[in-house]
Protein backbone atom coordinates (compact mmCIF):
# COMPACT_ATOMS: atom_id res chain seq x y z
CA UNK A 1 0.00 0.00 0.00
CA UNK A 2 0.83 3.70 -0.27
CA UNK A 3 0.26 5.26 3.05
CA UNK A 4 0.21 9.01 3.60
CA UNK A 5 0.41 10.60 7.02
CA UNK A 6 -0.84 13.90 7.54
CA UNK A 7 -0.74 16.07 11.15
CA UNK A 8 -0.48 19.53 11.89
CA UNK A 9 2.69 20.89 13.48
CA UNK A 10 2.42 19.93 17.09
CA UNK A 11 4.57 17.69 18.43
CA UNK A 12 2.11 16.00 21.02
CA UNK A 13 0.14 15.29 18.09
CA UNK A 14 3.10 13.84 15.44
CA UNK A 15 4.46 11.54 18.23
CA UNK A 16 1.49 9.46 18.84
CA UNK A 17 1.24 8.40 15.34
CA UNK A 18 5.26 7.70 14.84
CA UNK A 19 5.11 3.98 16.21
CA UNK A 20 1.87 3.10 13.50
CA UNK A 21 3.92 4.57 10.59
CA UNK A 22 7.23 2.87 11.57
CA UNK A 23 4.97 -0.58 11.93
CA UNK A 24 3.50 0.38 8.03
CA UNK A 25 6.79 0.95 6.87
CA UNK A 26 8.43 -2.20 8.17
CA UNK A 27 5.80 -4.38 6.97
CA UNK A 28 6.71 -3.06 3.52
CA UNK A 29 4.46 -0.46 3.15
CA UNK A 30 5.42 2.87 1.10
CA UNK A 31 4.93 6.10 3.89
CA UNK A 32 5.34 9.56 3.41
CA UNK A 33 4.34 12.04 5.55
CA UNK A 34 2.56 15.53 4.85
CA UNK A 35 3.25 18.22 7.28
CA UNK A 36 4.17 21.78 6.69
CA UNK A 37 7.47 22.51 6.04
CA UNK A 38 9.03 23.93 8.96
CA UNK A 39 7.97 20.93 10.83
CA UNK A 40 9.62 18.26 8.25
CA UNK A 41 12.78 18.37 10.52
CA UNK A 42 10.80 16.71 13.32
CA UNK A 43 9.32 14.26 10.74
CA UNK A 44 13.17 12.93 9.60
CA UNK A 45 14.74 13.41 12.75
CA UNK A 46 12.20 10.21 13.27
CA UNK A 47 13.39 8.13 10.03
CA UNK A 48 10.36 8.43 7.96
CA UNK A 49 10.19 10.33 4.99
CA UNK A 50 8.26 14.54 5.23
CA UNK A 51 6.38 15.79 2.40
CA UNK A 52 6.17 19.74 3.07
CA UNK A 53 2.89 21.13 1.99
CA UNK A 54 1.95 24.72 2.28
CA UNK A 55 4.04 27.38 2.77
CA UNK A 56 6.90 28.33 5.33
CA UNK A 57 6.02 29.99 8.36
CA UNK A 58 8.91 32.87 7.83
CA UNK A 59 8.66 33.96 11.63
CA UNK A 60 7.13 32.45 14.60
CA UNK A 61 4.57 34.87 15.85
CA UNK A 62 2.84 32.84 18.28
CA UNK A 63 2.07 34.30 21.45
CA UNK A 64 1.82 32.24 24.52
CA UNK A 65 -1.48 32.11 26.09
CA UNK A 66 -2.20 33.63 29.52
CA UNK A 67 -3.36 30.38 30.64
CA UNK A 68 -3.85 27.15 29.69
CA UNK A 69 -7.92 25.73 29.32
CA UNK A 70 -9.26 24.35 32.51
CA UNK A 71 -9.96 21.14 31.37
CA UNK A 72 -12.75 20.21 27.60
CA UNK A 73 -13.52 23.48 26.89
CA UNK A 74 -17.35 24.17 25.86
CA UNK A 75 -18.72 22.13 23.62
CA UNK A 76 -16.57 19.10 24.41
CA UNK A 77 -17.56 18.93 27.61
CA UNK A 78 -20.74 17.27 26.20
CA UNK A 79 -18.49 14.48 25.52
CA UNK A 80 -18.37 13.39 28.98
CA UNK A 81 -20.96 15.62 31.28
CA UNK A 82 -24.11 15.28 28.40
CA UNK A 83 -25.06 18.50 29.52
CA UNK A 84 -27.56 20.43 27.07
CA UNK A 85 -26.71 22.11 23.95
CA UNK A 86 -26.69 25.51 24.94
CA UNK A 87 -26.19 29.31 23.00
CA UNK A 88 -22.87 28.58 24.73
CA UNK A 89 -21.59 25.68 22.87
CA UNK A 90 -22.98 26.57 19.66
CA UNK A 91 -20.72 29.67 20.03
CA UNK A 92 -17.64 28.23 21.56
CA UNK A 93 -18.01 24.86 18.39
CA UNK A 94 -18.23 27.73 15.87
CA UNK A 95 -14.83 29.55 16.90
CA UNK A 96 -13.28 25.87 17.30
CA UNK A 97 -14.43 25.08 13.98
CA UNK A 98 -13.20 28.52 11.90
CA UNK A 99 -9.79 28.54 14.18
CA UNK A 100 -8.85 24.65 15.40
CA UNK A 101 -9.83 23.55 12.32
CA UNK A 102 -10.21 25.78 9.35
CA UNK A 103 -7.34 28.26 9.65
CA UNK A 104 -5.35 25.82 11.19
CA UNK A 105 -5.94 22.98 8.15
CA UNK A 106 -5.90 26.28 5.55
CA UNK A 107 -2.47 26.39 5.28
CA UNK A 108 -1.51 22.58 4.21
CA UNK A 109 -5.14 21.85 2.27
CA UNK A 110 -4.73 22.68 -1.60
CA UNK A 111 -1.25 21.80 -1.49
CA UNK A 112 -1.78 18.19 0.71
CA UNK A 113 -5.14 17.72 -1.82
CA UNK A 114 -2.94 17.91 -5.09
CA UNK A 115 -0.22 16.16 -3.67
CA UNK A 116 -2.94 12.98 -3.03
CA UNK A 117 -4.17 13.84 -6.15
CA UNK A 118 -0.78 13.04 -7.82
CA UNK A 119 0.65 10.43 -5.74
CA UNK A 120 -3.07 8.51 -5.01
CA UNK A 121 -2.41 7.08 -1.72
CA UNK A 122 -4.32 3.93 -0.54
CA UNK A 123 -4.77 5.05 2.83
CA UNK A 124 -4.85 8.60 4.79
CA UNK A 125 -3.52 8.45 8.53
CA UNK A 126 -4.85 11.88 10.49
CA UNK A 127 -4.72 12.97 13.65
CA UNK A 128 -7.61 14.02 15.14
CA UNK A 129 -7.23 18.14 14.50
CA UNK A 130 -6.03 17.27 10.64
CA UNK A 131 -8.96 17.28 8.49
CA UNK A 132 -7.07 18.49 5.75
CA UNK A 133 -6.27 14.46 5.45
CA UNK A 134 -9.97 13.55 5.03
CA UNK A 135 -10.62 15.90 2.48
CA UNK A 136 -7.65 14.36 0.94
CA UNK A 137 -8.45 10.74 1.24
CA UNK A 138 -11.93 12.21 -0.60
CA UNK A 139 -9.96 13.51 -3.40
CA UNK A 140 -7.98 10.63 -4.09
CA UNK A 141 -10.70 7.83 -3.42
CA UNK A 142 -8.48 6.60 -0.27
CA UNK A 143 -9.57 4.92 2.42
CA UNK A 144 -8.79 7.06 5.66
CA UNK A 145 -8.99 7.16 9.64
CA UNK A 146 -7.60 8.99 12.87
CA UNK A 147 -4.95 8.09 15.33
CA UNK A 148 -5.89 9.43 18.43
CA UNK A 149 -3.19 11.24 20.90
CA UNK A 150 -5.75 11.43 24.24
CA UNK A 151 -9.30 10.49 24.42
CA UNK A 152 -11.89 11.02 21.87
CA UNK A 153 -13.89 13.89 22.86
CA UNK A 154 -13.15 15.20 19.60
CA UNK A 155 -15.15 11.57 17.35
CA UNK A 156 -17.59 11.31 20.88
CA UNK A 157 -18.62 15.19 20.39
CA UNK A 158 -19.33 15.39 17.31
CA UNK A 159 -21.19 12.54 16.49
CA UNK A 160 -23.60 13.65 19.24
CA UNK A 161 -23.76 17.44 17.75
CA UNK A 162 -24.67 16.10 13.63
CA UNK A 163 -27.15 13.91 15.66
CA UNK A 164 -28.59 16.07 17.62
CA UNK A 165 -27.82 19.77 16.49
CA UNK A 166 -29.57 20.53 13.01
CA UNK A 167 -27.25 22.44 10.66
CA UNK A 168 -23.96 21.90 12.62
CA UNK A 169 -21.27 24.01 11.94
CA UNK A 170 -19.21 21.40 11.17
CA UNK A 171 -20.64 19.85 8.68
CA UNK A 172 -21.13 23.27 6.92
CA UNK A 173 -17.51 23.47 6.82
CA UNK A 174 -16.46 20.19 5.99
CA UNK A 175 -19.59 20.32 2.40
CA UNK A 176 -18.53 23.43 1.63
CA UNK A 177 -15.00 22.59 1.27
CA UNK A 178 -15.61 19.35 -0.13
CA UNK A 179 -17.40 21.40 -2.92
CA UNK A 180 -14.88 24.26 -3.42
CA UNK A 181 -12.11 20.83 -3.78
CA UNK A 182 -14.47 19.46 -6.16
CA UNK A 183 -15.18 16.33 -4.80
CA UNK A 184 -18.72 14.91 -2.55
CA UNK A 185 -19.59 15.00 1.11
CA UNK A 186 -19.45 12.06 2.98
CA UNK A 187 -19.90 11.70 6.76
CA UNK A 188 -17.10 9.80 6.90
CA UNK A 189 -15.13 12.78 6.53
CA UNK A 190 -16.02 13.78 10.20
CA UNK A 191 -14.02 10.81 12.24
CA UNK A 192 -12.43 8.84 9.21
CA UNK A 193 -13.50 5.42 8.19
CA UNK A 194 -12.13 4.01 11.42
CA UNK A 195 -10.27 5.18 14.73
CA UNK A 196 -6.65 4.24 15.72
CA UNK A 197 -6.83 4.26 19.84
CA UNK A 198 -3.85 3.67 21.92
CA UNK A 199 -5.56 3.60 25.49
CA UNK A 200 -6.89 0.91 27.12
CA UNK A 201 -10.24 -0.19 27.63
CA UNK A 202 -10.48 1.41 31.00
CA UNK A 203 -9.62 4.86 30.39
CA UNK A 204 -11.03 5.04 26.65
CA UNK A 205 -14.09 7.21 25.67
CA UNK A 206 -15.56 6.28 22.88
CA UNK A 207 -18.99 6.74 20.52
CA UNK A 208 -21.01 3.74 19.19
CA UNK A 209 -20.78 5.21 16.54
CA UNK A 210 -17.70 5.04 15.41
CA UNK A 211 -15.75 2.43 14.44
CA UNK A 212 -12.26 1.55 16.71
CA UNK A 213 -9.19 0.13 16.21
CA UNK A 214 -7.15 -0.80 19.39
CA UNK A 215 -3.35 -0.31 19.11
CA UNK A 216 -0.66 -0.38 22.06
CA UNK A 217 0.93 2.93 23.23
CA UNK A 218 4.47 2.52 21.86
CA UNK A 219 6.19 5.75 23.53
CA UNK A 220 8.17 7.55 21.11
CA UNK A 221 9.21 11.40 22.20
CA UNK A 222 11.73 12.32 19.91
CA UNK A 223 15.81 11.67 19.53
CA UNK A 224 17.02 10.85 23.01
CA UNK A 225 20.20 9.27 24.62
CA UNK A 226 20.19 7.67 27.98
CA UNK A 227 22.42 9.40 30.62
CA UNK A 228 24.64 7.29 32.31
CA UNK A 229 23.06 8.37 36.06
CA UNK A 230 19.73 6.62 34.83
CA UNK A 231 21.63 3.16 33.71
CA UNK A 232 22.43 2.94 37.77
CA UNK A 233 20.38 1.26 40.45
CA UNK A 234 18.67 4.32 42.73
CA UNK A 235 19.71 3.74 45.97
CA UNK A 236 16.21 5.01 47.28
CA UNK A 237 12.56 4.51 45.71
CA UNK A 238 12.79 7.11 42.52
CA UNK A 239 10.08 9.51 42.16
CA UNK A 240 9.49 11.46 38.80
CA UNK A 241 8.14 14.85 38.28
CA UNK A 242 7.60 15.91 34.85
CA UNK A 243 4.80 18.90 34.06
CA UNK A 244 4.91 18.65 30.55
CA UNK A 245 6.37 20.85 27.63
CA UNK A 246 2.80 22.61 27.19
CA UNK A 247 3.23 24.55 30.53
CA UNK A 248 5.95 26.57 29.17
CA UNK A 249 5.69 26.73 25.43
CA UNK A 250 2.32 27.44 24.89
CA UNK A 251 1.09 28.77 28.31
CA UNK A 252 2.54 31.16 31.35
CA UNK A 253 3.69 28.84 33.01
CA UNK A 254 2.85 25.86 35.19
CA UNK A 255 -0.38 25.40 37.28
CA UNK A 256 1.13 24.40 40.17
CA UNK A 257 3.45 25.76 42.49
CA UNK A 258 6.81 23.44 41.73
CA UNK A 259 8.55 24.67 44.60
CA UNK A 260 6.05 23.56 47.26
CA UNK A 261 5.80 20.03 45.22
CA UNK A 262 9.35 19.71 45.65
CA UNK A 263 9.60 21.38 48.98
CA UNK A 264 6.96 18.25 50.32
CA UNK A 265 8.93 15.60 48.72
CA UNK A 266 12.62 16.78 50.41
CA UNK A 267 11.30 15.68 53.49
CA UNK A 268 10.91 12.12 52.29
CA UNK A 269 13.56 9.31 52.26
CA UNK A 270 13.28 9.35 48.49
CA UNK A 271 15.15 10.60 45.02
CA UNK A 272 13.68 12.85 42.59
CA UNK A 273 13.91 13.01 39.37
CA UNK A 274 12.33 16.18 37.96
CA UNK A 275 12.52 18.16 34.71
CA UNK A 276 12.50 21.41 36.16
CA UNK A 277 14.67 24.78 36.26
CA UNK A 278 15.81 26.25 38.79
CA UNK A 279 17.26 25.25 42.39
CA UNK A 280 15.93 22.48 43.84
CA UNK A 281 16.65 20.10 47.31
CA UNK A 282 19.26 18.29 47.57
CA UNK A 283 16.94 15.23 46.56
CA UNK A 284 16.28 16.20 43.34
CA UNK A 285 17.90 15.77 40.37
CA UNK A 286 17.17 18.15 37.79
CA UNK A 287 16.94 17.72 34.09
CA UNK A 288 15.95 19.69 31.84
CA UNK A 289 14.81 16.41 29.70
CA UNK A 290 14.93 12.71 29.67
CA UNK A 291 13.52 10.19 27.70
CA UNK A 292 10.54 8.81 30.01
CA UNK A 293 10.18 5.30 28.48
CA UNK A 294 13.68 4.92 30.27
CA UNK A 295 12.98 6.84 33.47
CA UNK A 296 9.69 4.92 33.70
CA UNK A 297 10.66 1.38 34.48
CA UNK A 298 13.18 2.53 36.99
CA UNK A 299 10.72 4.39 39.07
CA UNK A 300 8.62 3.50 42.25
CA UNK A 301 6.21 6.37 41.37
CA UNK A 302 5.02 9.47 39.61
CA UNK A 303 3.67 13.21 39.95
CA UNK A 304 2.88 14.78 36.28
CA UNK A 305 0.54 17.01 34.77
CA UNK A 306 -1.89 13.70 33.22
CA UNK A 307 -0.88 14.59 29.61
CA UNK A 308 -1.65 11.52 26.95
CA UNK A 309 2.16 9.87 26.52
CA UNK A 310 3.37 10.82 29.83
CA UNK A 311 0.29 9.32 31.56
CA UNK A 312 0.75 5.61 29.05
CA UNK A 313 4.67 5.79 29.34
CA UNK A 314 4.29 5.52 33.21
CA UNK A 315 0.88 3.22 32.92
CA UNK A 316 2.74 0.58 30.70
CA UNK A 317 5.75 0.37 32.95
CA UNK A 318 3.00 -0.50 36.27
CA UNK A 319 4.56 3.12 37.65
CA UNK A 320 1.41 4.34 40.51
CA UNK A 321 1.04 7.94 39.21
CA UNK A 322 -0.41 11.44 40.88
CA UNK A 323 -1.73 13.44 38.41
CA UNK A 324 -2.38 17.21 38.87
CA UNK A 325 -4.28 17.67 35.78
CA UNK A 326 -5.30 20.76 34.48
CA UNK A 327 -5.21 21.17 30.62
CA UNK A 328 -8.03 20.08 27.78
CA UNK A 329 -8.89 15.92 28.87
CA UNK A 330 -6.11 15.80 31.43
CA UNK A 331 -8.25 15.41 33.95
CA UNK A 332 -10.49 13.10 32.64
CA UNK A 333 -7.56 10.81 32.18
CA UNK A 334 -6.90 11.72 35.75
CA UNK A 335 -9.94 10.52 36.80
CA UNK A 336 -10.18 7.26 34.76
CA UNK A 337 -6.78 6.46 36.15
CA UNK A 338 -7.96 6.98 40.01
CA UNK A 339 -10.96 5.26 39.05
CA UNK A 340 -9.18 2.18 38.05
CA UNK A 341 -7.37 2.16 41.15
CA UNK A 342 -3.62 2.52 39.83
CA UNK A 343 -3.15 5.68 40.88
CA UNK A 344 -4.80 9.27 42.26
CA UNK A 345 -4.89 12.55 41.16
CA UNK A 346 -5.45 15.88 42.61
CA UNK A 347 -6.52 19.28 41.44
CA UNK A 348 -3.83 21.47 40.93
CA UNK A 349 -5.02 24.63 42.80
CA UNK A 350 -5.43 22.27 45.96
CA UNK A 351 -1.86 20.58 45.73
CA UNK A 352 -0.50 21.98 48.83
CA UNK A 353 2.76 20.25 50.01
CA UNK A 354 0.57 18.01 52.73
CA UNK A 355 -1.38 16.82 50.17
CA UNK A 356 1.51 16.18 48.06
CA UNK A 357 3.29 14.00 50.51
CA UNK A 358 0.29 12.21 51.57
CA UNK A 359 -0.94 11.34 48.14
CA UNK A 360 2.92 9.95 46.99
CA UNK A 361 3.21 7.89 50.70
CA UNK A 362 0.02 6.03 49.13
CA UNK A 363 1.60 5.38 46.26
CA UNK A 364 4.47 4.51 47.87
CA UNK A 365 3.15 2.32 50.49
CA UNK A 366 -0.91 1.09 49.09
CA UNK A 367 -0.51 -2.68 48.09
CA UNK A 368 -3.79 -2.11 46.22
CA UNK A 369 -2.64 1.14 44.00
CA UNK A 370 0.24 -1.00 42.95
CA UNK A 371 -1.69 -4.01 42.43
CA UNK A 372 -4.04 -1.54 40.13
CA UNK A 373 -1.14 -0.50 38.32
CA UNK A 374 0.20 -3.78 37.75
CA UNK A 375 -3.04 -5.32 36.61
CA UNK A 376 -3.45 -1.67 34.40
CA UNK A 377 0.27 -2.42 32.83
CA UNK A 378 -0.89 -5.85 32.20
CA UNK A 379 -3.86 -4.61 29.83
CA UNK A 380 -1.59 -2.64 27.76
CA UNK A 381 0.92 -5.21 27.19
CA UNK A 382 -2.26 -7.61 26.10
CA UNK A 383 -3.58 -4.60 23.35
CA UNK A 384 -2.50 -5.24 19.73
CA UNK A 385 1.21 -4.05 18.96
CA UNK A 386 1.01 -1.63 15.95
CA UNK A 387 2.77 -4.63 14.27
CA UNK A 388 -0.26 -6.12 14.98
CA UNK A 389 -2.41 -3.49 14.08
CA UNK A 390 -0.81 -3.33 10.35
CA UNK A 391 -2.84 -6.03 9.10
CA UNK A 392 -6.61 -4.84 10.45
CA UNK A 393 -5.44 -1.12 8.65
CA UNK A 394 -4.73 -3.83 5.20
CA UNK A 395 -8.26 -5.17 5.58
CA UNK A 396 -9.97 -1.81 6.39
CA UNK A 397 -8.05 -0.38 3.40
CA UNK A 398 -9.20 -2.86 1.13
CA UNK A 399 -13.05 -2.72 2.66
CA UNK A 400 -13.26 1.23 2.07
CA UNK A 401 -11.96 0.95 -1.35
CA UNK A 402 -14.09 -1.30 -2.75
CA UNK A 403 -12.09 -4.01 -2.74
CA UNK A 404 -9.43 -2.43 -4.47
CA UNK A 405 -5.95 -2.27 -3.54
Not at 301 to 309: D, E, L, R, T, V
Request: charged share 20%; net charge negative.
Amino acid sequence: MKVLFCALPQLTHFYATVPLAWALRTAGHEVRYATSPDFAEAVTDAGLTAVPVGPADAEDDEEIAEEAPAGLPAPYDLAESGSDWTDGHAEAFDAMVTYAFGEFNAPILDDLVAFARSWQPDLVLWEPFTYAGAFAAAACGAAHGRVLFGTDFLGVTHEWIHTHVPDDRLTGWLTSTTDRLGVSYTDDLRSGHFTVDQLPSPLRLSSPELEYVPARYVAYGGPAEVPAWLRETPARPRIAVTLGTSATLEYGGYTVQVTDLLAALSTMDVEVVATVDGPVPDNVRAVPYVPLDALAPTCAAAIHHGGFGTLLTFARHGVPQLTLPHDFDAPLLGRKLAAQGAGLTVDPAQAGGRRIRWSVEQLLRNDGIQSAAAGLAGEIAAMPSPNDVVARLEELTTKHRGGRL
